[in-house]
């Protein structure tokens, strides 16, 4: 992939390696680069259509929720290269942490098969930013060829929040269960205009970032196995098989365990914005998608595959996501609007503290007696006679009557 012959590997791989930064970003360009494949323009009659379709989803979205309008943002239709190029740092939040778990880690003498002769260890002190941007370059191309648009990734990105479709991935979705390409075209414009939307609400972001740092702080990186694949690279083919091909298990150089707590924290809270946003883009669309049945159907079998993307990120930092979740918090919205109205949901974004716990996504009733029955933060509009006793409850008063 690089060039690299035997002579002058050692020279090349030092210019490769060169960071200024907690990640050497040009190496994950590259990797990036190689994984999402060649820049293929859209046909400009099909992006004028997507934009189009935007300004009907945008409407729609409008008329059936009250969430704070961010600022208008254009649809963005492009193609894998284009996307994964224009959001190389977007999920730099995912990367960047491990930074200071990979410092230190490679004292003189700990790395397996190299000596000192040479100045060899001192050549590759810039190891731990040039692993980190071989994992954020894997993870970013790998999310190219499976995200629908922008906000499919499970993970809000923190730099560009303009909301995009990767038009040969809807394609592909479209052919591989038979629905109606322009179907399939208006369902991918209200899913990102309505996840643009929530991604508005003002204090979502710096909760992500608050949980995405707790779960950072209790990961622990699988030091043995890393130190063995850093002796691996005195061999060219192994560096060659590292930086360019285009399997997770070439590229997973880090592995990392994490506090189950604070896992079920991120989980909570990815999977209710991916749930409200299914629930919102099937309200919105419902009369204009005679097929949003079907498509929700494909949707969430899609998201309980394997996929690459996933399965690297739960290897190297631990984060295991379990986007099937986001069905159980769909199926938590509408238990909610239908026992206690559309303004029982919104109370959600009054508050970070509103937002359902990871056992509460299958429990309603838990959750509204938790966040609910504060008389004096919800006035009159809940009676507590409407919160209906829970199975825990029901358990917990047998027993003390035992």
């Not at 409407?59 to 190389?88: H, K």
């Not at 970032?209 to 702080?217: G, H, K, N, R």
Request: aromatic share 6%; proline share 6%; with cysteine.
């Amino acid at each position: 992939m690089y060039g690299m012959d035997d002579e002058g590997l050692f020279e090349q791989l030092f210019k490769l390696l060169q960071s200024s930064g907690p990640v050497n970003w040009k190496l994950a360009r590259e990797v990036t680069r190689s994984l999402a494949g060649p820049a293929t323009p859209i046909e400009p009659a099909v992006a004028e259509e997507y934009r189009e379709l935007a300004r009907v989803a945008d409407v729609r979205i409008n008329s059936v929720v009250d969430l704070p309008s961010p600022s208008p943002r254009e649809l963005n239709p492009t193609d894998r290269a284009t996307w994964a190029a224009e959001n190389q740092q977007s999920f730099r939040i995912l990367v960047e942490p491990l930074a200071d778990k990979l410092s230190g880690m490679t004292p003189p003498g700990s790395i397996p098969g190299l000596d000192d002769a040479g100045g060899m260890e001192a050549m590759l002190a810039p190891l731990g930013p040039a692993l980190l941007g071989i994992q954020a370059g894997t993870m970013v191309g790998f999310m190219s060829h499976r995200a629908l648009g922008q906000f499919d990734t499970g993970i809000p990105a923190m730099d560009h929040d303009r909301p995009y479709v990767i038009v040969p991935n809807l394609d592909d979705f479209a052919v591989d269960h038979g629905i109606d390409h322009r179907q399939i075209r208006l369902w991918g414009a209200l899913h990102e205009v309505a996840f643009h939307r929530i991604m508005a609400v003002e204090w979502l972001r710096g909760r992500f970032i608050s949980l995405v740092e707790a779960f950072y702080a209790s990961v622990e990186i699988d030091t043995s196995d890393l130190l063995g694949k850093l002796g691996a690279m005195n061999d060219p083919d192994e560096i060659q098989r590292m930086l360019g091909a285009g399997d997770a298990d070439a590229s997973s150089l880090i592995s990392a365990s994490s506090d189950p707590e604070r896992l079920a924290e991120l989980q909570a809270f990815t999977a209710f914005i991916e749930g409200y946003g299914d629930r919102l883009v099937r309200v919105a669309g419902a009369e204009l998608l005679p097929t949003i049945a079907r498509i929700e159907d494909a949707y969430a079998t899609r998201r309980t595959e394997p996929n690459q993307a996933e399965q690297f990120l739960q290897q190297f930092a631990g984060l295991s996501l379990e986007r099937r979740r986001a069905k159980d918090a769909a199926q938590f919205c509408d238990e909610v609007v239908d026992r206690w109205g559309h303004d029982a949901l919104e109370r959600v974004w009054d508050d970070p503290s509103n937002m359902p716990r990871l056992a509460e996504l299958t429990d309603p009733i838990g959750w509204a007696a938790r966040v609910m029955l504060d008389e004096t933060a919800f006035g009159e509009g809940l009676d507590v006679t409407d919160i209906e006793p829970s199975a825990d409850d029901d358990e917990d008063d047998s027993a003390t009557e035992e």
